[in-house]
Each structure stands twice: as structure tokens, then as C-alpha cells.
């Protein structure tokens, strides 16, 4: 599966990579909201993990774009923040997020949310999203 992360954080993306990649996923890296909507229109990632809070376009800028343009309704989207406060999960999934993350990312938590977003009809391999 083919994942891009987004975090203006290097730590943390390189975390995620090291979490990803052992398990055959080809990963993606973003450091902005700008950066993530070029990625996702022109390479097409079956997953997305946004951070939340990031300069130029924060996560939710791009999911709003992402959600109002009909190629990438059902893309599935993973709000990762390390600023976890009460109903920012709910605020998340209200946004169109199809899922949440608090930082420190935990491994098992993170293949949980691929397992049940890949198992979601369309969402694979062979998906594009053109």
C-alpha cells in the first residue's frame, strides 16, 4: 500500500517510516498541507496520515479540500496531532478525517487503522484516484 505522511515535524515522519515500511508499504513524505495536496493529486497514496497543526496549510485545510473535490471523497485520511485535547477526535471526524491518532504514535494502534481502512470497498492496491 502506497501511504503518504504528512508532518512538518522530521522526527516524526521518519518515525512513521520506520514503522510502515517493514511491513511492505511504499511511504510518502509531505512536510505541509501544499506539499500533501500536490503528492495526493499527482502519485495518488491509497493512505493518508496528516498531522494536524503544520505551517502553510494546517490538516484541516487540506481535508476540507480533499473532501470537496469528488476524486478524493473516499480517500482514507488519519489526523495524527500531538496536542490531544477532549472532542478534538470528534472535531476530527466531523471535519472528514476517517480517523484519529494521538501523538506518541503507537505501532499497533497504527496498523489498526490501516487494517480496518484497507478493508473499506476501493481501497487497495488497484485504487486511484484520478
Avoid: W
Amino acid at each position: 500500500m502506497t501511504i503518504l505522511v504528512v508532518d512538518d515535524n522530521a522526527f516524526s515522519r521518519e518515525l512513521m517510516k520506520e514503522l510502515l515500511e517493514p511491513s511492505g508499504h511504499v511511504v510518502l513524505e509531505a512536510v505541509n498541507g501544499h506539499d500533501a495536496l500536490s503528492l495526493i493529486r499527482g502519485c495518488g497514496p491509497e493512505l493518508v496520515f496528516l498531522d494536524l497543526q503544520m505551517p502553510l496549510q494546517d490538516g484541516f485545510g487540506v481535508i476540507r479540500e480533499l473532501r470537496n473535490d469528488r476524486r478524493f471523497q473516499n480517500l482514507p485520511v488519519v489526523a495524527v496531532t500531538a496536542s490531544a485535547m477532549i472532542g478534538d477526535r470528534e472535531r476530527a471526524i466531523a471535519a472528514g478525517f476517517d480517523s484519529y491518532i494521538a501523538k506518541p504514535i503507537d505501532l499497533c494502534e497504527v496498523e489498526e487503522h490501516i487494517a480496518a481502512l484497507a478493508s473499506r470497498p476501493g481501497v487497495g492496491n488497484d485504487t486511484h484516484y484520478e
